[in-house]
């Protein structure tokens, strides 16, 4: 549980922000210039907002009027900086375990190895920062946040500098510490990454909350999709677990029907989150395509867009799901509201990203 | 083993002296050669010297009357001469100094502290020639510095001791002042009551009046005054 | 060397030696804690102290060792008490030579760090704090390792400066040959005397290599210190 | 065209590489610490190999054999450095106009307007470094870059700081820099920016080319899947534009039949790329499905993987198009080479950034 | 001040400050050169020019001195050919107190430019030459900016210095009130007087609020400079 309000005028850029986080990940979403690096400084304690308060856990961080304002090293929060900032006269090493001599003696937190081992780093440990790569600093910057034994991860963009498949195995390690009940405050501008950790969006917009709550309907609120970045917006459902068929795809069931996929966490009741770009809707029971996941429901609603595609929100259960189509389309299936339809989804569209636990 | 604290011009035959004597006595003189003014200064400040050799009375009076001086052993030790120095052998007319220096420079000590340099200008003014020499003045900082920049050419002219001018082959006397143009110059000596071995003072005392002692004086150029 | 330098020569170049040496490393503690003071704090008479560390530049030295005579003398109004309740007295004694060595450049020793401070990434020094550092720890674990080169350069300053000093030490603990004469001070002896200037050239040129030597060393440890900082 | 041919060896890390450019963008792709930015480091003339060639555009660069090391000002390059390296004790405005200066009476560049405006930080012209955000540093440095009329641009991950809405009104303006015949090589670890900006690709791993070629195939390669991250593979055919329809779609004729998008550059030849994971097979023409875009060959094929999916390669004319189903479906639909079959594509899955013009 | 001071000790004071004014700001071109060969090249005979700008602060000032007087003396191996060619000569003008100023404080100007130089990342100088800018360009539109807090430090302590500098100056061009009497000289010849300590308090004190002034707006100068590259 993390409580954040804060006031403060830079003279050209003010910050207005108030927003509560249940548990896990939260995700900071926002343009460029937002606010969000302000916003992470103020809760690691780097960042002293001329108004505020900010809790976290039940402890106080900071607080303008009862004259609180804990330094930065009792807040115990492991930040991954937007920039790497490492320690240039220290091997990779020495800053990997920098954080965790100052840590409590109780204090827990990922195992050297693993985390080693996870982010690749294991034959930089004797390098100096100075002569590592862009992403190599910034991988052994996030090592030494979540070596420091913290209470709370604060991650501005970790996995920017990153390519796809470096970042596909470090958001299983993000995804465990989290289910370990990690609280964490993630900025990225990554859709992806976003649905996949956060529960919890806030987004800013010139240092103001412009909306904030689950992550499921954040991203599936057609208004907000535009701040996403194209065909970004998508549903999110849930679906529980029923078993791995013979040929190693899993089965998933859900309100409307069985989905199918290749690869899911293992847990018993998962978020399923089905980009609106990947459905693609049918009036008839479709036959004979190489597409397995048939999702059946009723359209609730179909926003038109001004470029010739619509939203369609299906109704599926008491959840929903998003499609965008083409307006040609709507008008050649006849999809109106009350009309029942298909949708259906590709098995490999699903893809690890889009499944988080519950 | 003594501590003398000693006018810096009396190095050379000092040292020299120190020599024999810890030859034949064993007793090793530690002497700290500066200006008798800093010496003077360091003495009333606690300074633990033997003896204090100035070469000027006026300081000796300070270290005097602030009863640092064993009672009865001041003497007036040591006496010089005043010259002036070029660094071309003509001889020259002290009267014609002021002429013959033109627009250059003459180097004296510095005129308030510098002993030499306030036996310099007694004597100018007492042959009425310092109002014409006044603005031409180097003032060094010690006899030495006047020394050098005669034998470097920078000043044609220089006001210093017949003993120092002795030391210093690139330059010569080409004057003597006149006696009795400035007032005697002395060198007091005496011993202290703060330094650590009064024994090999009084020892090292006694022997600078011994005649191979002040044969190495008056060969650099002093007159003994304490026989 | 034995038959370069007469014994009481050697007794001064040594000596030089021992009061620069420790002249520079007692000072050096308080050196680098005035430097993060000036660099960091905002303390308002702050401008107080950075004007008396660099008293010792802007005056005369023989007025500094004069001040020194006056305060830490046996009758001096520090000294009077430390010789009463310590039995400890500066003036003319080799400690004496040290503490005026010490003072004449400690202006350059701040001023070295101080740079090498203010050059400091302050975000280096958040990063450490989010990590659970206290300030101190801070201090220690990245500031100073990061100023290393700047320390060097300030103690290599301090102690060429140390080595020529000698108006502030000469009267602060005169020129006594083997207790205080300090390689400068035999210099100015000799430079004091008339024609014996080759013997004054020769102690200078001890003194030259020596400071020289020194100068050397620490640019090479600086050059590694800093590789190490920079990358590679 | 670029040539670039050099050898290092840094001691625990080695690079030998060799490829050419022809002209337009030429990206750079490979995991983190692959040797990227010491290829542009050395283009730029920031780093000196041991033992190397490189030309640009007929003029030689650098080369060892005969001497030749051109200094970075005389290269004319205008780098976009992986960490923005702006001049702290200018203002933003400055920053841009440094490059300016030096260029040559005759050397063109884009309007320092135009590049203001495209980058969103005309407020920020009287501001100093030192206070930006993350991605308003990044973008001053683009734009400094830009300003700076060079002959070619070496740009490190240029937008890899910014949210999707910002990055989508960079890339048309990248475009049509190369467009206008500007040399670009271009680090980054976004296939989608690769696959709109770049002709060429260029895959380094461990300092050593593991391919080079042009986008289409290198993309389409399966084998080379799994460098560009799951899900990200897909082939690239080309297109005709052949109008626009009166519902505001766009009409695009391939070998393979008619596909109709939403939003295209407006140029006759057209190159489409289509995501493997948005193709869905089907044996019999399918009817009454929101899917405009059915595109019908033969298949070529079949590449099974691991994890109980394959790529299915099908042949459109002289073409090939790729499509990533799970095997039950390969099995199930009977899928083989030689099998006569049909590729269903949403028209809102062809977004913007699959569209360059050839 | 008139009735303060006496017209001696007013002209000494104003020549104090136009010596040392001159001193720093004449030196300051070779010095900025200087600090940036020694931060940045990697000739190998460079520890010798190190070694050079070291001299002054590691030989007692009166060596110094002598060494000016037999170097640009009237009769001086560079000397003689200035006054032969250009009619121009050190001795016993206010120049040759400049001279001696400049060289005596031209170490602490050095180091701490060079210090400064070291600190500037050469990542920023690398940028600047990629976007056309000729080593000069870079030095003058970049490093030169980016060191202005230790140029201004590096000033400061060399007027410090040379405000207080007297051995040299008054071995090289002597003491002659009203054109090479300096402050210092003044201060020293009160010492040598006894009974004239108070006098030599005064002056000693005028000269301390002239430096501390100029400490003062230098460190408010450079703070601002810092400021500003620092961001806001
Ligand atoms: N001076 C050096 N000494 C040793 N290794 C070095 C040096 N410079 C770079 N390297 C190594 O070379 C490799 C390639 O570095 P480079 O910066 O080119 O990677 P990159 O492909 O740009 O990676 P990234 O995407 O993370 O920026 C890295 O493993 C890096 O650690
Ligand atoms: N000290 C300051 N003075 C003035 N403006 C500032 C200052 N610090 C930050 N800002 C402004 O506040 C705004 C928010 O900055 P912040 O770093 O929080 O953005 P961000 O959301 O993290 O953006 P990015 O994604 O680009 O990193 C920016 O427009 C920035 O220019
Ligand atoms: O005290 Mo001296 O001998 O005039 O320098
Ligand atoms: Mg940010
Ligand atoms: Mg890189």
């Given at each position: 549980m993390l409580e954040v309000s804060l006031r403060h005028d830079f003279g050209s850029f003010s910050v207005d922000v108030d927003f509560t986080a249940p548990k896990g990940v939260t995700a900071l979403f926002g343009a460029s210039g937002a606010g969000k690096t302000t916003v992470v400084n103020a809760v690691a304690g780097l960042f002293r907002p001329a108004q505020g308060r900010i809790t976290a856990e039940g402890v106080?961080?900071?607080?303008?009027?009862?004259?609180?304002?804990?330094?930065?090293?009792k807040r115990r929060v492991g930040y991954v900086f937007q920039e790497p900032r490492l320690f240039p006269h220290m091997s990779v090493r020495s800053n990997l375990l920098y954080g965790a001599r100052f840590a409590p003696r109780d204090a827990t937190g990922p195992d050297f190895d693993a985390v080693i081992g996870m982010l690749g780093i294991g034959a930089l440990l004797d390098r100096r920062p100075g002569a590592l790569s862009g992403g190599e600093k910034s991988r052994v910057s996030l090592g030494r946040a979540l070596l420091s034994k913290p209470r709370m991860l604060l991650m501005d963009e970790p996995l920017a500098a990153l390519d796809a498949p470096r970042r596909e195995e470090i958001l299983p390690f993000l995804e465990s510490l989290r289910d370990a009940g990690m609280p964490v405050l993630l900025v990225s501008h990554s859709i992806a990454e976003v649905a996949r950790l956060a529960s919890t969006v806030v987004l800013l917009s010139k240092g103001r909350v412009i909306a904030s709550g689950p992550t499921g309907e954040i991203l599936s609120d057609p208004a907000l999709a535009p701040r996403f970045g194209a065909g970004e917006a998508g549903a999110i459902i849930t679906a529980h677990t029923a078993g791995r068929d013979a040929d190693g795809l899993i089965r998933?069931?859900?309100?409307?029907?069985?989905?199918?996929?290749t690869d899911a966490p293992e847990a018993a009741h998962l978020r399923?989150?089905?980009?609106?770009?990947?459905?693609?809707?049918?009036r008839e029971a479709p036959a004979g395509l190489s597409a397995l996941n048939v999702l059946t429901g009723t359209i609730r609603r179909i926003e038109e867009e001004?470029?010739?595609?619509?939203?369609?929100?299906?109704?599926?259960?008491?959840?929903?799901?998003?499609s965008r189509v083409t307006l040609r389309s709507v008008r050649a299936l006849g999809l109106a509201p009350g009309v029942a339809c298909h949708a259906i989804v590709k098995s490999v569209a699903v893809s690890r990203d889009d499944l988080a636990e519950i | 083993d003594p501590v003398i604290f000693a006018a810096a011009s009396l190095k050379t035959a000092l040292d020299e002296i120190a020599t024999d004597f810890t030859a034949e006595s064993g007793v090793k003189p530690l002497i700290s050669y500066d200006g008798s003014g800093a010496l003077a200064k360091q003495i009333l400040a606690d300074a633990p010297a033997d003896m204090f050799i100035s070469a000027a009375t006026d300081w000796m009076d300070q270290v005097e009357k602030a009863e640092y001086i064993l009672p009865g052993t001041r003497e007036d030790f040591l006496g010089n001469t005043l010259v002036l120095i070029s660094d071309k052998a003509d001889p020259v007319e002290i009267a014609d100094l002021p002429e013959k220096l033109g627009s250059e420079h003459i180097a004296m000590g510095l005129l308030d502290s510098v002993p030499a340099g306030q036996y310099g200008k007694a004597a100018l003014t007492h042959l009425g020639l310092w109002d014409k020499i006044e603005p031409q003045v180097a003032q060094a900082q010690n006899v030495r510095a006047a020394l050098a920049l005669v034998a470097s050419g920078e000043a044609p002219y220089g006001i210093v001791y017949k003993t120092d001018a002795a030391a210093e082959p690139k330059v010569h006397v080409v004057a003597t002042f006149p006696e009795g143009s400035y007032p005697a110059i002395t060198y007091p000596i005496a011993l202290l009551k703060a330094g650590p071995d009064a024994e090999g003072a009084k020892a090292f005392y006694d022997y600078l009046t011994t005649p191979k002692a002040t044969a190495l004086l008056e060969q650099q150029g002093f007159e003994i005054l304490k026989k | 060397m034995d038959n370069i330098l007469s014994p009481d020569e050697w007794t001064a170049l040594m000596l030089s030696l021992k009061v620069s040496t420790i002249a520079v490393g007692a000072s050096l503690p308080l050196g680098v804690w005035v430097a993060a003071l000036l660099a960091r704090s905002n303390m308002p008479g702050l401008w107080i102290v950075n004007a008396i560390v660099h008293l010792p530049l802007i005056l005369p030295p023989v007025v500094t060792g004069y001040a020194l005579l006056l305060t830490f003398g046996r009758r001096g109004f520090i000294g009077q008490y430390l010789d009463q309740y310590l039995g400890f007295t500066f003036a003319f004694q080799w400690t004496g030579a040290a503490l005026a060595a010490a003072v004449m450049s400690f202006p350059l020793m701040v001023r070295a760090i101080r740079l090498a401070i203010e050059a400091v990434d302050p975000k280096l020094e958040h990063a450490a704090s989010t990590l659970g550092a206290s300030r101190i720890e801070v201090f220690f674990t990245v500031t100073l390792p990061l100023i290393l080169p700047g320390v060097i350069a300030g103690m290599i300053l301090a102690f060429a400066k140390a080595m020529g000093e000698f108006g502030a030490t000469i009267t602060f603990v005169s020129n006594i040959p083997g207790r205080t004469q300090t390689l400068p001070s035999a210099i100015y002896s000799f430079l004091q005397v008339p024609g014996a200037e080759l013997q004054a050239a020769r102690l200078a040129g001890i003194s030259v290599v020596v400071a020289v030597g020194a100068l050397v060393i620490s640019e090479f440890v600086a050059r590694r210190v800093a590789k190490r900082i920079g990358g590679a």
């Open positions: 106080t961080l900071f607080d303008t009027d009862k004259h609180i304002n804990l330094p930065p090293r998933l069931e859900t309100a409307g029907g069985p989905v199918w996929v399923l989150r089905i980009q609106a770009s990947d459905v693609i809707l049918s001004a470029d010739g595609r619509a939203f369609v929100q299906i109704a599926i259960g008491d959840e929903a799901i998003l | - | -």
